[in-house]
C-alpha cells in the first residue's frame, strides 16, 4: 500500500475520531450536550458569537444551569512526594515477611543464600553435638 | 488502454483508504476517554479491583511538609494524591492504601497478587469511570524509592498503587518496603 494512502487514511481516521474539529459548525449543540458548565463553556470560548445560543442571557456565562465539574477547583501541580507511603500498622507483619518472595526484588538472591548459610551452620552444630556424645 | 485502467485503480484505492480509515478508527478507539487525557476530569470517589476483591472510597490525600505522602485515615479507605493528575488524565494518578491494620489485613492487602492485564476501575464524581491495566508490579526499599518512575509525568494516562511490603521493623513498627503497581489507562 502507498505511503499516500497510509497518510490519508490516517487524516480520516483522526478526522472520525475528533468530529467537533472539522464538522462542530454543522452540528447544532445544546446544553444538555454537556455534562459540566465548564465544558459548555470552553466551546462558548471558541466563538464567542455564540452560534449555539449557549448564552442565552449574554453575560458571557454559558449554560448557567449544568453543575459545576468538581475538579476544576483543584488545579494539578503540587508538591511532588519522595520517599515512600507508610502504608502498614503490622498486623499480619508474620504472614507478608513470610511471602515476600513473591514479589520482584533486586535483593532475591541474597535471601536463599542467607538461607543455606544457616542450613549449614545448623547442621554443623548437629553434628558438634553427636560428637560431643560420643566422647 | 491506459485511460481505461484508471478508474479502476482510484476505486481500489478509495476503497483502501475508507478500509484503512475505518481499522485505524477502531483500532484506536476513539473513545471519549482519549480526549480526556489533555483535559481535566472529576475527582476518582471509589477504586474496584475485582481480581483481589478490592472495592473501596478514594479520599483526597495532601503532601506532608516534609514531602511525604500519607497514608489514607483509615484502614478500609484508599488515598489519592491530590496534587497529582486525577485518574484518566495525562500523568501518573497516584493511589495509596494499607496493607494491614493493628489487627489483620487492610484495603491493599492482596495488591502484590496482581498480575499483568489485570483491570482496575477507577469511579468518579461526576458518575464516570476510568478503567486501567496493570503493567508491572514492583517493590522497593522506601529509603530507595523510585520517585522519578512512580510521580514522573508520562505522555499519557498512569495509575500506580501503593501499599507497603517486605520485612517488618518491629522496633519502629513499619514495614521496609513498598509495593508499586504500575499500570496503564485502557479505558
Known sequence: ?135 | MRTSGRPTGRRTRLTAVIALALSLTLLGGCGRWRQEINGQVAEPVRLRVPVIDVDAPVEPLTVDENGVLPAPDTFDDTGWWRDGPEPGERGPAVIAGHLDSYRGPAVFYHLRDLKRGDTIFVDRADGTEAVFATDRIERHDKDDFPTEAVYGDTPDSQLRLITCGGKFDKRHRRYLDNVIVYATRVG
Open chain 1, 1 to 135: 500500500m502507498g505511503v499516500r494512502t497510509t497518510v490519508v487514511s490516517t487524516v480520516v481516521a483522526a478526522t472520525l475520531c475528533f468530529p467537533m474539529a472539522g464538522v462542530a459548525a454543522a452540528q447544532d449543540l445544546d446544553c444538555s450536550d454537556f455534562a459540566t458548565q465548564e465544558a459548555a463553556q470552553a466551546v462558548y470560548n471558541t466563538n464567542r458569537t455564540d452560534p449555539f445560543d449557549l448564552d442565552r442571557d449574554n453575560d458571557n456565562r454559558a449554560c448557567e444551569r449544568l453543575p459545576s465539574g468538581r475538579y476544576e477547583d483543584d488545579p494539578d501541580g503540587g508538591t511532588t512526594p519522595t520517599k515512600g507511603v507508610e502504608t502498614g500498622a503490622g498486623g499480619t507483619a508474620d504472614l507478608v515477611t513470610a511471602g515476600e518472595d513473591t514479589a520482584d526484588d533486586s535483593s532475591g538472591p541474597l535471601l536463599p543464600l542467607g538461607g543455606v548459610v544457616l542450613a549449614a551452620a545448623g547442621l554443623l552444630l548437629l553434628r558438634r553435638r553427636s560428637v560431643g556424645k560420643r566422647d
